[in-house]
């Protein structure tokens, strides 16, 4: 190794050296929080029958996967660093390409849209669990104090997916700003490709999560939905006696305010693929 290297590097490169070994580390980092579910919370639950079986998959969904998908970025970066230059990267963003790229990042993106868009119907679950079933309860306790989780909470453990995702564009975007387009196109290129292919995974994710959480939005409307009085309507109101809005998708929804006459009547409207429906509060 020549100790001089990396007093010879100019000012833009040590910090895109910084952010590049800042990537690595957290990937690292978000890999070992990955792992301490797995082996901290998903084996032992599974060993002692904590919960039941059908219930321990569903409250880590696509942990395995995760894990590997993971294992192989953290890899392939590490592959990265040049060991006779101080672990020097010349080049990072074809790590994306391969993980992360249309072709081979589907299993990855469906993995982390189960995660996310379940994760706080699972939090929700592990309460009611540790409410009502006391040897659970002990369990959670203890692992929770543990100096391995640093004390912190399962909650802060699931979160780490979705912060992983809206992490890489950040560290991209520093790392593409801090290399020099004239002294190197094709990498500058690729940065510029696997900022998007991030950004299409997050956006993809984001998609999913938001129609899920519409699904069981519908699905609460229509148990509360009142359609008695669309009897006594015309036959345009009375065919819609015995929807069933939990079939239907949503397109867009929020709060507003109708005008009726004088009055101004707060209203949660739903836009659906076929309809329009103004829910009174």
């Not at 790392?175 to 990498?187: G, S, Y």
């Amino acid at each position: 190794k020549d100790p001089k290297f990396l007093k010879n590097l100019s000012k833009t490169d040590k910090s895109r050296q910084g952010l590049i070994h800042e990537l690595i580390h957290t990937e690292a980092t978000h890999l070992k929080k990955l792992k301490l579910i797995l082996n901290c919370f998903f084996v032992p639950i599974g060993v002692a029958e904590l919960l039941p079986k059908d219930q321990e998959s569903h409250v880590f969904p696509e942990l395995h996967t995760l894990i590997e998908h993971h294992r192989l970025m953290l890899g392939l970066m590490r592959a990265k660093m040049d060991p006779d230059r101080h672990g020097y990267v010349t080049a990072i963003s074809d790590v994306f390409s391969q993980t992360m790229g249309p072709q081979v990042g589907e299993e990855f993106v469906t993995a982390c849209s189960l995660w996310v868009s379940r994760n706080q119907d699972n939090q929700d679950y592990i309460r009611r669990a540790q409410a009502n079933m006391p040897r659970f309860a002990a369990f959670m306790q203890t692992c929770e104090s543990k100096e391995v989780l640093n004390r912190l909470p399962l909650t802060a453990l699931t979160a780490t997916v979705m912060h992983r995702l809206t992490k890489y564009p950040l560290l991209l975007e520093g790392i593409k700003k801090h290399t020099l387009r004239e002294a190197d196109q094709v990498e500058y290129a690729n940065l510029e490709a696997a900022l998007v292919i991030c950004r299409n995974v997050l956006s993809a994710v984001n998609t999913d999560v938001q129609q899920y959480e519409n699904s069981k939005f519908l699905q609460d409307v229509q148990t509360k939905l009142e359609t008695k009085e669309l009897e006594k309507a015309d036959y345009h109101m009375a065919m819609y006696t015995n929807i069933d809005l939990s079939l239907k998708k949503v397109v867009h929804r929020s709060d507003l305010l109708w005008r009726v006459k004088r009055a101004v009547v707060p209203v949660h409207a739903l836009l659906l693929t076929d309809l329009i429906v103004l829910l009174e509060y």
